[in-house]
């Protein structure tokens, strides 16, 4: 299925679709100028990385991405221990948070990149995107921007390789989104398990897996030279409907050798509409 078959960003005034991206970046190890070219192309709003840089300079590395993909850093990097968030200037940021999960000795350390996103309401989302600067800082009480928009929990995330662990951090996962306590929320990322694994299937349980529930593009995620397993994913609360996800095809100036040069990952990407109405 072609990459137009995936509608773009937009808001109106019943709800607003929102493209989310999901990929691990190997820690920029790889071919950059590839990884830039492959995430512009997907024209994402919100993007969940993993395996950000998270050593030296790691900073600077995210502020390389960012410009290089026309995004903007929100939240992650060393602080989330490798899961970072970038949004669009679309997206007003209400609040960022970086959280460190319990550590395992002798397994890495893991931790989630979470935001509180707020489309519409007079923030300068015009459904395209926008050069200008924007200012991240969350709303006061009462501002009059404060209580328009759509509101989206995302969560960035990268589960251990222990099966254990991994099925311990699906049920964090999931109560790190509740409490976010938001209309609408979404978790992204490597989960390192197939969708028959028990942690895959804790978080699927609660959440609706993308690409189970509309799938579009190509299913497996790993690994870019011989794509034969499904280990990312993009899951959503109810209430947002899946217009479509799975692994993008025909990128516009993005070649077969990009994405196998980029990282170890494919991308997956979704189209999510988010009524303004809120659910129940």
């Not at 990097?77 to 970072?84: K, R, V, W």
């Not at 978790?187 to 993308?210: M, S």
Request: contains cysteine.
């Amino acid at each position: 299925m072609p990459l137009a078959d995936l509608p773009g960003s937009i808001t109106g005034p019943d709800a607003a679709v929102v493209r989310v991206l999901s990929y691990n970046i190997r820690s920029m190890r790889d071919d950059r100028e590839a990884l830039a070219r492959v995430i512009r192309a997907c024209a994402p709003d919100v993007v969940c990385v993993q395996e950000a840089p998270r050593f030296f300079r790691w900073r600077k590395a995210a502020a390389w991405l960012a410009r290089e993909t026309g995004l903007v850093y929100t939240t992650g990097g060393a602080t989330a221990a490798g899961p970072m968030i970038l949004t669009s200037l679309r997206a007003h940021v209400e609040r960022a948070e970086d959280t460190l999960l319990p550590r395992v000795p002798g397994l890495h350390r893991r931790g989630f990149a979470t935001a509180v996103l707020r489309f519409g309401g007079g923030h300068r989302d015009t459904g395209h995107r926008d050069t200008g600067h924007r200012d991240t800082r969350r709303p006061e009480s009462g501002h009059p921007e404060s209580g328009n928009g759509v509101r989206l929990g995302v969560v960035s995330c990268h589960l251990s390789l222990a099966e254990a662990e991994r099925y311990e951090q699906a049920g964090m996962l999931l109560d790190h989104l509740t409490a976010l306590d938001v209309p609408y929320a979404i978790a992204a990322g490597d989960i390192n398990d197939r969708p028959d694994g028990r942690a895959f299937r804790r978080i699927a349980g609660k959440l609706r897996d993308g690409w189970a529930t509309e799938p579009w593009g190509s299913e497996a995620t790993f690994s870019p030279k011989d794509p034969h397993q499904r280990i990312d994913g993009i899951f959503a609360s109810e209430g947002i409907e899946i217009i479509g996800c799975g692994v993008p095809a025909g990128l516009p100036g993005v070649t077969d050798a990009d994405l196998r040069a980029a990282t170890d990952h494919l991308p997956v990407l979704a189209a999510l509409r988010l009524p303004r109405v809120s659910p129940g």
